[in-house]
């Protein structure tokens, strides 16, 4: 017997880091306003990735500003020693790079534990290969397109081979698929066909600064993803 699998759904994932940090929470309610379907949560221990952004205190204190999806994407290494303050804090997935360990499996084990949904992320160097003996345990594959630790950078097109390859490789197991970096609507399309269903974007989301302009950015790439998957919007 043919099992048969219903397509992911199409997410739009505004990275926090873009936004104004000086009105966190305001910005929280503004994506969430503008049509946002998860809010992406971006940590970095200027260890793992040359830069440093917020932790668990900060996720925390935006935790009200929405009933959205929080998305964490943990740039930090060692990351077991912090799961459990990011659960705590709010987060719904908790996301950690297969280059990070010392024990992927064991920190997808402990994500899982907590009751969170638990992803991989996978830099622009890393083969998809990397998640084949962890499958049973994802929840969410996060394919960068740029190196991590900043906003702003240029889209590496490799990315969208790779996802080719995840979504091979996954076949039908109901994960997510996610790229992050350079995400604009000139590529959602390709990416959307290659096999991602869930778009982060910080700068393209970002730009202009209002509610009416994340509403206008925000639709842009949904629209340029919904017509790569065939899907009226
Ligand atoms: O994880 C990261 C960077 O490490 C990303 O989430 C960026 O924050 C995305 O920003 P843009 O490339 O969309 O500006």
Known sequence: ???????????????????DFSKLGEEVRAVDQAGADWIHLDVMDGHFVPNISYGPDVIKAMRPHTKKIFDAHLMISPCD????AFAKAGCDHITVH????????????????LGKKAGVSL????????????LDLIDLVLVMSVNPGFGGQAFIRSAIGKISDVRAMIAGRPIDIEVDG????????????????????????????????????????????????????
């Open 123 to 134: 830099n622009p160097a890393t083969p998809a290969s990397a998640i084949e003996y962890v």
């Open 1 to 19: 017997m043919t099992q048969s699998f219903t397509p992911r759904p199409l997410v739009i994932a505004p990275s926090i880091l873009a936004s």
């Open 182 to 233: 350079g995400v604009a609507p000139d590529v959602a399309g390709q990416l959307a066909a290659a096999g991602a269903n869930a778009f982060v974007a910080g700068s393209a989301v970002f730009k202009g600064g209002t509610v009416e302009a994340y509403k206008t950015n925000i639709a842009a790439i949904r629209h340029a993803a919904a017509e790569a998957r065939g899907e009226a919007i």
């Open 81 to 84: 020693p912090y799961l459990e």
């Open 98 to 113: 297969a280059e990070a360990g010392p024990h992927l499996h064991r920190s997808l084990q402990a994500i899982r534990a």
